[in-house]
């Protein structure tokens, strides 16, 4: 049986069978993945309508990736109140929001309680909002700043209401590209314990991995490896999510920009290799928007949500910064042959478009 005969079959890959699909013609490559893609989702395209929140750029790590934290780059620092965040949490609630996505940066000087009563103050008001907050980066941040385990502060957000985990911070597991891009930040093994610990609460939680910039094809192979032995463990992962690195105002130098093609290789390849993680996200924020529609062809059957407002990705270049109408982001999945339908947070379908 050659490669794309096993494929087929739904037999698992290895390290070196995946790596070797960068070598394989593009388009069989992207008819592989949406063989795959067809077999779990048939020609349905998820997203939701939900709003980003990032409530602090005062950050206190450095990752040479980051345009959105406050640094000499960025010398813009906010924090925002509890107030200001309700504000947006009403008027978005009125206007049919479902979730709520709420990331941040490390901010050493708020205190704990900014950081969880928020959560209390939402899921008092609207119990029917869907709160997916702090990645495992900040979960380990608030545990090694106010010296608690993780398991507390994971305890600490069931209590204060957050439904479930967003997949940042993941970045890339390679201990010697993750040094070089974010030394200091949590390691990729806390990374993988947080989802852990998390998904042994009945949680779920998705996963991203930063791409396209000094990173090697190896590494993000390694990186879909890692994922696929915890997903066997947990079965907590309802999504990957690979990131398109944004080049604007850090301090990565990155001199060569990753192609549209070798990005969609990297979705296809994904969709191939983590065969037990149903959905595989094209999160237009960082791909654009015609990519993500692109994408659908090579495996991917998310393309995330309106988001509405968006400052992480935006800093460092990406036209994110105002989301996307409703109307336009389902016309233009209809346009391309898909079937727009809307989910919740953990893929329950609301509405077909
Ligand atoms: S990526 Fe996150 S942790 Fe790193 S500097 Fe930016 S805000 Fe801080």
Not at 35 to 54: M, P, Q, S, V
Not at 274 to 296: E, F, G, H, I, R
Request: with cysteine.
């Amino acid at each position: 049986m050659n490669l794309k005969e096993k494929i087929l079959s739904g037999a698992r890959i290895d390290f070196e069978e995946a790596l070797s699909l960068y070598e394989m013609d593009f388009f069989e490559l992207g008819e592989l993945a949406d063989a795959k893609r067809k077999e779990l989702h048939g020609k349905k395209t998820y997203f939701n309508i939900n709003r980003h929140i990032n409530p602090t750029n005062i950050c206190a790590d450095i990752c040479k990736f980051c345009a959105y934290a406050a640094n000499r780059k960025n010398p813009n620092p906010y924090t925002m109140t509890h107030d200001e965040i309700m504000n947006i949490v009403k008027d978005v609630h009125s206007r049919g929001i479902k979730e709520i996505h709420i990331v941040s940066a490390h901010n050493p000087d708020t205190g704990i309680e900014w950081y969880l009563d928020i959560f209390k103050k939402i899921k008092t008001h609207y119990p029917d909002l869907h709160i997916k907050a702090l990645t495992a980066a900040e979960v380990d941040f608030l545990a090694r700043h106010y010296g608690k385990t993780y398991d507390e502060i994971l305890d600490l957000m069931v209590q204060y209401g957050v439904d479930s985990m967003p997949g940042g911070g993941a970045e890339i597991f390679d201990e010697e590209v993750r040094d070089y891009i974010c030394k200091g930040k949590v390691t990729s093994d806390q990374w993988l314990e947080i989802h852990e610990k998390w998904h042994s609460r009945g949680k779920k939680s998705n996963v991203t991995m930063l791409f396209g910039h000094v990173e090697k094809r190896k590494d993000r192979i390694d990186h879909m490896m890692r994922i696929r032995a915890l997903q066997d463990k947990t079965g907590g992962f309802n999504c990957f999510i690979p990131l398109v690195y944004q080049s604007e105002n850090n301090y990565l130098n990155v001199k060569e920009y990753i192609t549209a093609n070798e990005i969609l290789k990297t979705m296809a390849i994904s969709r191939i290799v983590l065969d037990n993680v149903a959905n595989l996200k094209a999160y237009w924020v960082t791909s654009t928007v015609n990519l993500a529609l692109v994408a659908q062809e090579f495996g991917a059957n998310d393309l995330d949500g309106t988001i509405e407002k968006e400052s992480i990705n935006s800093a460092a270049g990406a036209a994110s910064a105002n989301g996307v109408n409703l109307e336009e982001f389902v016309a233009l999945i209809k346009n391309t042959g898909f079937i727009p339908v809307e989910r919740d947070s953990v893929y329950n379908e609301i509405k077909v478009w």
